[in-house]
Every structure is written in structure tokens, then in C-alpha cells.
């Protein structure tokens, strides 16, 4: 009744939690041995409390494991002579039989106390270390459970924990003995011992789960069942083998056995290639489609594992490779799709791997293969399976079709299928580079012309292939005067509208910056031709109104095209920059604008310390009425200093010095010279050494500024001079944290968040003594240092998890409260309401979301969700979103915590749904609406994904309500379709 009523009502069961919890476990410890129904309700009923009060019950978890602990092995009709033996021997039907019972009703009490682990696990991840100290040697243990029903949930019981572990571990580098997964690597000879003797079962269905939990063993610990191979691979040689086993049974052989050579040392796998081999290919041969299309996935891995190094051969793989190819080439023909695919992509690995054996085999395989390129349902497979026999270092003779291969590729990139369109491309690039020479110089004209096309910002991946293939083409095919010309003519002017688009940026960028230096040392196309298009098209920015980053992007291109022109036309390219700042009676903003950045993206390549006076030429510049030139000007003076900085550093310096009052562009500068020591190890001793000093000087000097902007590049500097020489500012940085001045504590606090990198560094040990002081910055007395102090919270969540572990559930609460909207931080000023602290709950919430990626295991949900995500999702718009997300991820991580206060969570959603703009807005408050909206829907189709939500009428109402609204259904789509075709 307790169990049903939990059920029925969810959360609102908590506050009854004090008189029904310790009920039901007295219950369980007094019934007598006929009360098995009792026990095993109680525990029925405890598991479903914890599913759905697991913020009410966490005082009682501890009680609740050691009752769960005690009765999973709870069997009063079989005495210790009667269990079975430690080595887990298979004991036979008349034996077995000796202490079956269809009166005994204590399997339910064992079932009911493994479904309760298993709610534990999934409700309360903080836990798990302690799960794994108590409970996982115990659950191994019970894997010899005589009832099957019960072994099936002990099987399903491990896996959640081993899935929760690979939950809260995610993203975590260094496994240490406080780590959930270095306790379960000690497991790991128990866990193989006892599965083991569970796969000499005689059910299909014990042994189906035997194996499901190895293979969610493997994804989590990749490399850990090496030492094991020689008790598993003589199972699944048994199972493949002997026809009288079932198929599915088979595929779980099959996929367990690709999934465990997939991460292991190929090396390992040598002793056992011949049982290995003869099993899989018996499997390829089963009637069955799906046993076979999982041993031809199989095959792909055992391929690797036969032939890991092509320049030393530590086995004789040629005793294997006839069967294989045989088996494969019987499966060619095969007219199931996925059986078809599996066979090419197996095949190309095959011919990859083996083709200086597979000689007279190669004509009709790639005959046959070009054929599978022509139909659509196996098109995609085949053009990856020529990539990957472009890419053999065999350099598969290929002459027979290669012909046919290019003209069908080329016609394929105008296929509306953008993924045929990547493969394609990926694949012609892989041919170009192998066998360039054997490709016409019309079908190369032909490619260029079907690239040119694809090169847009609407697709930035795609450009970025294209610009790679059309790179390698002109790389590969200098000599080929009109290759050039083709890439000039139709390529180019794609290009240089692509550098406009303010998206460019990343790899799309590098791809155009490796294209415009291939095409400057083609001899088709000249420098001064390039260097002419790609100012001109910054010169634009006059009537078009170029964005930063396109300008950015242009100066890199101009960069990178000088570099590669060689020394004598950079160096005119410099003197012409020159000029067009030097040239006073020149109003162009837009042209000095440019100059500024091509200078400084030429300095941080290059010395230009022939150039005499440069660094005043910039520094005049400083001087412009547009902010624009002053901040292009910075960042020129800065990047030129990166070039040469025993030249042009102490200028910087100087200039801070002689400019107190303003220094801020001058500290810019400075910036970007430190930014890139702390990342570019040359030249790092001589910043060190000579300047070191000096420049800590003059930014604690600035420390106390007003300006936020200050503060910030200030917080910067000192954040990446911390990686430089963290022994000498850390311990500097720790003292700030108690100066009287708010704005310096800020500014020590932001410094810690520039200092915490992803890479590992020297830092790392010194600041993992130190970090607490940092953090506890949260609970200053002023808010600018508070959100300051959550910001490296937040960055350390990300970047160094581990540094702050042990601190997480002592900064928590802090944290929580930085959420809580505070009046005195809520304003009026000329009729409008202003909230100061809008920006600190924004970062606060923006810092748990991070958490719940990389320290699950130490946030409590439950006490998160009521009130603190509550008051949350009703908060600002800037806060809402951020809620959103917390709660879409929330609801996939800790779905049962969400499941327990369901409906309260509906009524904030429902409302921000419904939120209308006023009449007067204007378009950006219209759009923030409308984005509003689709993160609240997001969320709605997130918490209707919970197994159980179905149970919540509101939830249900504000369903059917979304369904019915067009408007919802035009804002959001595909996502109200997965609303209709929710789990309830």
C-alpha cells in the first residue's frame, strides 16, 4: 500500500518519509521466515520511495544499503553444504533440483533487494564510492543466484553501476584510489571468475547476461579483460561454433567479442587468432542476416588484429587470409542492406590490409565494389570503402577502376546527400594524394569546378573539405598549368566571399589560410594578384559592413600569403602597410583598420625589426577618434612585440609607465604578448628573466582600477603569467585574496580562472594546495568578487576537475545561495526595476551546470532542484536558459531526482511557454522570446522522457496543450514530435 501510494503521488510523499521508512525496515528485520511477502514488499516499497523521494530519504540510504545488503543473498532454505562452490562449478538438473520450491517466496525478497541497490545507485550518485566499498563484492558474489528472474536483475543491478560510474567518472584523466573506477580495475579478476562460470550455464538467458555485463565492462575499463582472453575466448568459440545454440545468444558473442578487440593490444589477441578466425568466419556463414552482419563487424576488428604493423609482422597472417576473403565474397550478393554494407566496408578493410596477397582476387573485388557505388542503399558504404583502400600504405593497385571511380565521386557532389557529399570528398582527396598521377587533367578541372560550389559559409565543414581536396589537388598537381588557372578562376572568387563571413573561424579558417599559401606558390597565380583580391575585399567593409572576425580573418590570409611569397615581397608588403598608416591625409579608416591587423598577424610570424620605427608607426595610431583603429592598433603593437620581444617589450612597458592615466590599450598590448608565452614556450626564459618583474609591478599597480575593462586584461596578464612562473605569483595572488580593496580581490579571482587551462602544467601542483583560497572568495561581502570567484569555480569544473573534488560539497552551499534572487541587490532607477545580482545568479547557475558535468557524484540533485532550480526556471530570461539546459541534463543523469518533484517543475515551464512579448518590442526582445520558448520546450521534451513521467497529469495536460498550439509546433518541430512519441 506505501509502495502504491509513493507511486501514485510521487514527491508529495516526503514529508511522510519519518514514520513510513523506518516502518518498512522494521518490517523486513522482524518479520519471521513465512513472512517472505512481507519482507519483499517493504523492500518493493522502499525502492519506490527512493525513485521518487530521493531528496526526503537520503538520511535513511545507509539503513536502507545494510537491509538491502543483508537480504540480496537472503535464501533460509539452503544451508552453506548446498550453495554452490566458490569456483562456481555447473552442478546438474538432479542436483539443482534438491532445493527448488514452488512455496518459497524468498527469490522475491533477493529480487526486491537488488532492485533496491539498483535505486540507490541511480538516485543517489554521491554514493557510489560507498557502493563500491560494500555492495559490488557482494553483487558479484550473487551472480550464481539460483533463480533466474533474480540473476537477470543482480546482472541489471551491476550494470547501472557500472554505467553510473562511467556517468561521474566522465572526462576524468587521472584514475587515483579515491576513483570509482579504480576500485572497480581491482574488481575486475572477481567480476571475470564469477561471469565466467555463468556463461557454463545452461540458460540462454543467463548467458545473454553474462555478456551484456562484460561488454558494459569493457566500454568502461577498455583494457582491462587482457589477462583474461585465455578462460573467454574458448566460450565464444563454443558458442559460435555449435549450431545448436540460438542467434541471439550468437550476436551477443559476436558484439562482445568485436567490442573487446576494438581496445585491446592487438598483440594480446596472437595466441588465440586461429580459434578467433575459424569462429568468425563460421558466424559469417549463418542463415541468420543479423548473426552474420555482426561477425562481418567482428571480422573488421580481427582484420586489425591480424595485421596491426605493415613494416613488422609479429604473426603469419597469410594461413588466414583466403578463408576470410572467401567468407566475406560469399556475403557480397547478400540482398539484406545491412548485411551488404558490413560485407563492403569488411572487404575494403581486407583488400586494405591484405592486398599484396589478394593479387588475383583484386580485379573482380573492385569491379564489384564500383558496382556497389551505383545503387543507392549501398552508395555511401562503398565510396568510404575506396578511401579506405586510398589510404593502405600497400597502395592498392587501383589502375582497373580508378578511371570509373573519380567520374562516379565527381557526380556525387552534387548530390543532395551531404553526407555522401563529405564522404566523397574525403574520399577524392584520399586518391589524389595516392594516385594523383593517375587521375586526367580533365577530371581534375572537373572536381574543381563541382568544389567551387560546395565552398560557402551556409556549410562550413563542407567548405573545409573542398578547400582541402582543392589544397591537395594544387599541391599534388603543380606541374599542370591549368589546374591552376582552374582553381584561380573558379575557386578563388568562392574563397574570397567565404573570408567575408564573420562564422569563419577555427578549422574552416586554417583550410582557407593552407589554401591561399598553396595557391601563391602555384605559378599560376601570383602574390601580388592574391595580396591585391584580399585587401580589396577588406576595403569593402566601407559599403558592405564587414564584421571583426571577417576583417580578422582577411589579415591571417595575409599573413600566412606573405610568409609563404618569401622574405623580399613581405618585406614590401610591410613598407605598404607603412605607408597607409603614415599617410595623414588619408581618411580611410577602413584601409588603416586593415593595415593595423596585417601588421600584427605579420610581426607574430615574423621579426620586423628591420623595419625601423615601426612600433611608433603603430603607436601613433592610438591616437585615432575610432575605437576601432585604437583596439586594431593594440593588438598590432602586441603581436609585433610576440615577433622580437627583446626589442619591443620593453617599449610596451615603457609606454605603461609614461601613460598612468589610460593605460588600457597599452595593457591590451601586453596582453597579447604574455597570452602567447604562456602558450608558445619559445622565448619564455627571456620574458622571465629580463622583464618579469617590471611587468608584475605595473599590473598589481593597476589592480585597483575603477575601469572593468582594466581589471580584466590586468586579470588576464596575471592569470597567464601564473602558468609561467607559478611559484613566484601564486603565492603573491594568495595574499591579494585578503586585501581591503574588492576590486583587487576581484581581480586575483578572475586571474585564477585565466590560469586554469586545459593542458597540464606546472601550475597544476601548486595550485591544488591552493585553490580553496580562491574559491572561498564566494562568500565575500562584495557581489563583483563573488561572481569572480564562481567564474574560476566554474572554469576549474571544466577544465581541472580534479583540483577541486575535495572541496565541491563545502562550496556547494555557497553556491546554491548565490542562485537566491536577494532584494537589496534590486533597485529602481527613473521608473525601471534593476537587478545588480542578475549577472552573479546567471554564473552561478552557468557554474552547477558545469558541475553536474564533472562531479556528479558529489552534487545531490535533489537538494538542487527544490528550491534553488525552481525559483530558477521562474527567474530572468538570462537566468531561465541556463536552467533549461540544467534541467534537460538533469532529467538524462538523475531522471528518478526530476521524477520526484515532477509536478512543480511543470508549473514554471508551462508559464515561460505562454510568455508573450509586449506590444512595442522590438525584434531583439522578440527573438530572445522566441529562443526562451524553444529552451523551455527542449526541457518539457526532455522530463517527458522519463520513464514514468506519464504518471504526471500536468506533465500530461501541458503535452497535449503543446500538440494543440501550431505556433509551439512551428517553433519547435522535431522536438514536439519526440514529445508525441515520448516513453510514458
Same mark, same amino acid.
Given at each position: 500500500m506505501i509502495g502504491a501510494l509513493s507511486c501514485s503521488v510521487g514527491y508529495r510523499f516526503g514529508p511522510h518519509l519519518a514514520e513510513a521508512v523506518p516502518l518498512l525496515i522494521s518490517y523486513c528485520t522482524s518479520a519471521s521466515e513465512n513472512d517472505e511477502e512481507l519482507r519483499a514488499c517493504s523492500l518493493q516499497a522502499l525502492e519506490s520511495i527512493m525513485l521518487r523521494c530521493p531528496r526526503d530519504i537520503s538520511p535513511y540510504y545507509e539503513g536502507i544499503l545494510n537491509l538491502a545488503l543483508e537480504y540480496v543473498s537472503y535464501d533460509p532454505n539452503i544451508t552453506d553444504s548446498m550453495k554452490e562452490d566458490a569456483h562456481g562449478e555447473v552442478q546438474d538438473d538432479e542436483s539443482a533440483s534438491e532445493y527448488k520450491d514452488d512455496k518459497n517466496a524468498s527469490w522475491k525478497v533477493r529480487q526486491a533487494s537488488a532492485k533496491c541497490l539498483s535505486a540507490i545507485i541511480v538516485s543517489c550518485p554521491q554514493m557510489l564510492f560507498k557502493m563500491y566499498q560494500e555492495a559490488c563484492t557482494k553483487l558479484i558474489n550473487r551472480f550464481r543466484e539460483r533463480e533466474e528472474n533474480v540473476k537477470m536483475d543482480i546482472f541489471n543491478t551491476f550494470i547501472e553501476l557500472l554505467r553510473q560510474t562511467g556517468n561521474v567518472t566522465k572526462g576524468q584523466g587521472d584514475i587515483d584510489e579515491s576513483s570509482p573506477r579504480?576500485?572497480?580495475?581491482?574488481?575486475?579478476?572477481?567480476?571475470?571468475?564469477?561471469?565466467?562460470?555463468?556463461?557454463?550455464?545452461?540458460?540462454?538467458?543467463?548467458? +545473454?547476461?553474462?555478456?551484456?555485463?562484460?561488454?558494459?565492462?569493457?566500454?568502461?575499463?577498455?583494457?582491462?579483460?587482457?589477462?583474461?582472453?585465455?578462460?573467454?575466448?574458448?566460450?565464444?568459440?563454443?558458442?559460435?561454433?555449435?549450431?545448436?545454440?540460438?542467434?541471439?545468444?550468437?550476436?551477443? =558473442?559476436?558484439?562482445?567479442?568485436?567490442?573487446?578487440?576494438?581496445?585491446?593490444?592487438?598483440?594480446?589477441?596472437?595466441?588465440?587468432?586461429?580459434?578467433?578466425?575459424?569462429?568468425?568466419?563460421?558466424?559469417?556463414?549463418?542463415?541468420?542476416?543479423?548473426?552474420?552482419?555482426?561477425?562481418?563487424? =567482428?571480422?573488421?576488428?580481427?582484420?586489425?588484429?591480424?595485421?596491426?604493423?605493415?613494416?613488422?609482422?609479429?604473426?603469419?597472417?597469410?594461413?588466414?587470409?583466403?578463408?576470410?576473403?572467401?567468407?566475406?565474397?560469399?556475403?557480397?550478393?547478400?540482398?539484406?542492406?545491412?548485411?551488404?554494407?558490413?560485407?563492403?566496408?569488411?572487404?575494403?578493410?581486407?583488400?586494405?590490409?591484405?592486398?599484396?596477397?589478394?593479387?588475383?582476387?583484386?580485379?573482380?573485388?573492385?569491379?564489384?565494389?564500383?558496382?556497389?557505388?551505383?545503387?543507392?542503399?549501398?552508395?555511401?558504404?562503398?565510396?568510404?570503402?575506396?578511401?579506405?583502400?586510398?589510404?593502405?600504405?600497400? &597502395?592498392?593497385?587501383?589502375?582497373? +577502376?580508378?578511371?570509373?571511380? +573519380?567520374?562516379?565521386?565527381?557526380?556525387?557532389?552534387?548530390?543532395?546527400?551531404?553526407?555522401?557529399?563529405?564522404?566523397?570528398?574525403?574520399?577524392?582527396?584520399?586518391?589524389?594524394?595516392?594516385?594523383?598521377?593517375?587521375?586526367?587533367?580533365?577530371?581534375?578541372?572537373?572536381?574543381?569546378?563541382?568544389?567551387?560550389?560546395?565552398?560557402?559559409?551556409?556549410?562550413?565543414?563542407?567548405?573545409?573539405?573542398?578547400?582541402?581536396?582543392?589544397?591537395?589537388?594544387?599541391?599534388?598537381?603543380?606541374?599542370?598549368?591549368?589546374?591552376?588557372?582552374?582553381?584561380?578562376?573558379?575557386?578563388?572568387?568562392?574563397?574570397?566571399?567565404?573570408? &567575408?563571413?564573420?562564422?569563419l573561424q577555427g578549422r574552416a579558417l586554417e583550410a582557407l589560410q593552407k589554401f591561399f599559401t598553396a595557391l601563391v606558390q602555384s605559378a599560376n597565380t601570383t602574390f601580388e594578384t592574391l595580396l591585391g583580391s584580399l585587401i580589396s575585399t577588406a576595403k569593402q567593409s566601407q559599403l558592405g559592413g564587414l564584421a571583426k572576425q571577417a576583417l580578422s580573418s582577411i589579415a591571417q590570409c595575409v599573413a600566412v600569403l606573405c610568409l609563404a611569397a618569401g622574405d623580399q615581397k613581405c618585406a614590401l608588403t610591410i613598407e605598404m602597410l607603412e605607408g597607409i598608416l603614415n599617410d595623414v591625409s588619408s581618411t580611410d579608416t577602413a584601409k588603416q583598420h586593415i593595415a593595423l591587423l596585417c601588421l600584427g598577424e605579420i610581426g607574430r610570424r615574423k621579426d620586423l625589426s628591420n623595419h625601423v620605427q615601426i612600433e611608433n608607426t603603430v603607436i601613433e595610431s592610438f591616437q585615432s577618434p575610432s575605437e576601432e583603429i585604437k583596439s586594431a592598433a593594440s593588438y598590432a603593437l602586441g603581436n609585433i612585440a610576440v615577433g622580437n620581444l627583446s626589442k619591443y617589450l620593453p617599449f610596451i612597458l615603457d609606454q605603461i609607465d609614461n601613460q598612468q592615466k589610460n593605460p588600457y590599450l597599452l595593457l591590451h598590448?601586453?596582453?597579447?604578448?604574455?597570452?602567447?608565452?604562456?602558450?608558445?614556450?619559445?622565448?619564455?626564459?627571456?620574458?622571465?628573466?629580463?622583464?618579469?618583474?617590471?611587468?608584475?609591478?605595473?599590473?598589481?599597480?593597476?589592480?585597483?582600477?575603477?575601469?572593468?575593462?582594466?581589471?580584466?586584461?590586468?586579470?588576464?596578464?596575471?592569470?597567464?603569467?601564473?602558468?609561467?612562473?607559478?611559484?613566484?605569483?601564486?603565492?603573491?595572488?594568495?595574499?591579494?585574496?585578503?586585501?581591503?580593496?574588492?576590486?583587487?580581490?576581484?581581480?586575483?579571482?578572475?586571474?585564477?580562472?585565466?590560469?586554469? +587551462?586545459?593542458?597540464?602544467?606546472k601550475i597544476d601542483a601548486i595550485m591544488y594546495s591552493e585553490i580553496s583560497t580562491f574559491l572561498m572568495l564566494i562568500k565575500d561581502s562584495d557581489m563583483h568578487v563573488r561572481r569572480a570567484a564562481i567564474l574560476a569555480l566554474s572554469t576549474a569544473a571544466h577544465n581541472k576537475p580534479n583540483l577541486i573534488k575535495g572541496l565541491v560539497p563545502e562550496l556547494l552551499p555557497l553556491l546554491y545561495d548565490q542562485t537566491v534572487v536577494k532584494q537589496e541587490l534590486v533597485r529602481t532607477a527613473f521608473e525601471h526595476v534593476v537587478d545588480d545580482g542578475l549577472e552573479l545568479r546567471k554564473a552561478a547557475f552557468e557554474c552547477v551546470d558545469t558541475l553536474l558535468d564533472s562531479c556528479l557524484d558529489q552534487v545531490n540533485p535533489s537538494s538542487f532542484i527544490v528550491p534553488f532550480l525552481?525559483?530558477?526556471?521562474?527567474?530572468?530570461?538570462?537566468?531561465?536558459?541556463?536552467?533549461?539546459?540544467?534541467?534537460?541534463?538533469?532529467?538524462?543523469?538523475?531522471?528518478?531526482?526530476?521524477?520526484?518533484?515532477?509536478?512543480?517543475?511543470?508549473?514554471?515551464?508551462?508559464?515561460?511557454?505562454?510568455?508573450?512579448?509586449?506590444?512595442?518590442?522590438?525584434?531583439?526582445?522578440?527573438?530572445?522570446?522566441?529562443?526562451?520558448?524553444?529552451?523551455?520546450?527542449?526541457?518539457?521534451?526532455?522530463?517527458?522522457?522519463?520513464?514514468?513521467?506519464?504518471?504526471?497529469?500536468?506533465?500530461?495536460?501541458?503535452?497535449?496543450?503543446?500538440?494543440?498550439?501550431?505556433?509551439?509546433?512551428?517553433?519547435?518541430?522535431?522536438?514536439?514530435?519526440?514529445?508525441?512519441n515520448s516513453r510514458r
Open positions: 579504480w576500485l572497480l580495475k581491482q574488481e575486475v579478476p572477481k567480476v571475470v571468475k564469477s561471469i565466467d562460470s555463468q556463461l557454463y550455464e545452461r540458460s540462454i538467458k543467463t548467458k +545473454v547476461g553474462a555478456f551484456s555485463v562484460l561488454k558494459e565492462l569493457v566500454v568502461l575499463l577498455p583494457d582491462c579483460l587482457a589477462d583474461h582472453l585465455g578462460s573467454l575466448v574458448p566460450l565464444i568459440e563454443m558458442y559460435l561454433n555449435d549450431k545448436s545454440y540460438t542467434s541471439s545468444l550468437k550476436i551477443e =558473442a559476436l558484439a562482445f567479442t568485436r567490442i573487446l578487440m576494438a581496445p585491446h593490444s592487438p598483440s594480446v589477441f596472437h595466441p588465440y587468432i586461429q580459434i578467433l578466425c575459424d569462429a568468425i568466419v563460421s558466424a559469417i556463414g549463418d542463415i541468420y542476416y543479423k548473426v552474420t552482419a555482426d561477425a562481418l563487424r =567482428a571480422c573488421g576488428e580481427l582484420v586489425r588484429v591480424l595485421r596491426p604493423n605493415f613494416e613488422a609482422r609479429s604473426i603469419n597472417c597469410r594461413p588466414y587470409i583466403s578463408p576470410i576473403y572467401e567468407a566475406i565474397w560469399a556475403r557480397l550478393a547478400n540482398q539484406d542492406q545491412e548485411v551488404n554494407e558490413c560485407a563492403i566496408s569488411c572487404m575494403s578493410l581486407v583488400i586494405a590490409t591484405f592486398g599484396d596477397g589478394l593479387q588475383r582476387e583484386l580485379p573482380s573485388c573492385l569491379s564489384l565494389l564500383v558496382d556497389r557505388m551505383s545503387y543507392e542503399i549501398t552508395r555511401l558504404t562503398a565510396v568510404k570503402a575506396f578511401a579506405v583502400l586510398a589510404n593502405s600504405p600497400l &597502395r592498392i593497385d587501383l589502375s582497373c +577502376v580508378l578511371d570509373r571511380v +573519380v567520374s562516379d565521386l565527381t557526380t556525387f557532389l552534387r548530390k543532395a546527400n551531404r553526407a555522401l557529399r563529405q564522404a566523397t570528398t574525403g574520399t577524392l582527396n584520399s586518391l589524389v594524394v595516392t594516385y594523383g598521377d593517375q587521375i586526367g587533367l580533365s577530371s581534375y578541372e572537373t572536381i574543381i569546378a563541382e568544389l567551387s560550389i560546395l565552398i560557402s559559409d551556409i556549410d562550413l565543414h563542407m567548405s573545409v573539405l573542398a578547400l582541402e581536396l582543392c589544397r591537395t589537388i594544387m599541391v599534388d598537381r603543380s606541374s599542370f598549368q591549368n589546374v591552376g588557372l582552374a582553381v584561380r578562376h573558379k575557386v578563388l572568387p568562392q574563397a574570397l566571399i567565404l573570408i &567575408r563571413s564573420a562564422l598590448s601586453l596582453k597579447e604578448v604574455i597570452a602567447w608565452q604562456s602558450v608558445d614556450h619559445t622565448g619564455q626564459d627571456e620574458l622571465q628573466d629580463s622583464n618579469i618583474v617590471k611587468i608584475l609591478a605595473l599590473l598589481f599597480n593597476h589592480c585597483k582600477s575603477e575601469d572593468e575593462g582594466v581589471q580584466d586584461v590586468v586579470a588576464e596578464c596575471l592569470g597567464k603569467i601564473a602558468l609561467i612562473e607559478p611559484n613566484k605569483l601564486i603565492p603573491v595572488l594568495k595574499e591579494c585574496t585578503s586585501s581591503p580593496a574588492a576590486n583587487t580581490r576581484a581581480t586575483v579571482a578572475i586571474a585564477i580562472k585565466y590560469s586554469i +587551462v586545459e593542458r597540464p602544467g525552481l525559483s530558477g526556471l521562474g527567474d530572468h530570461y538570462d537566468v531561465k536558459m541556463p536552467c533549461h539546459l540544467i534541467l534537460s541534463k538533469l532529467a538524462d543523469k538523475c531522471p528518478y531526482a526530476v521524477l520526484a518533484v515532477l509536478d512543480s517543475l511543470v508549473e514554471p515551464l508551462e508559464e515561460t511557454i505562454g510568455d508573450k512579448p509586449t506590444g512595442d518590442a522590438v525584434k531583439q526582445e522578440i527573438d530572445r522570446n522566441e529562443d526562451m520558448i524553444h529552451s523551455a520546450l527542449q526541457a518539457i521534451a526532455a522530463l517527458s522522457r522519463i520513464s514514468g513521467s506519464g504518471y504526471s497529469m500536468k506533465l500530461k495536460n501541458l503535452m497535449s496543450k503543446i500538440k494543440a498550439t501550431p505556433s509551439f509546433l512551428n517553433t519547435l518541430g522535431n522536438t514536439c514530435t519526440c514529445l508525441g
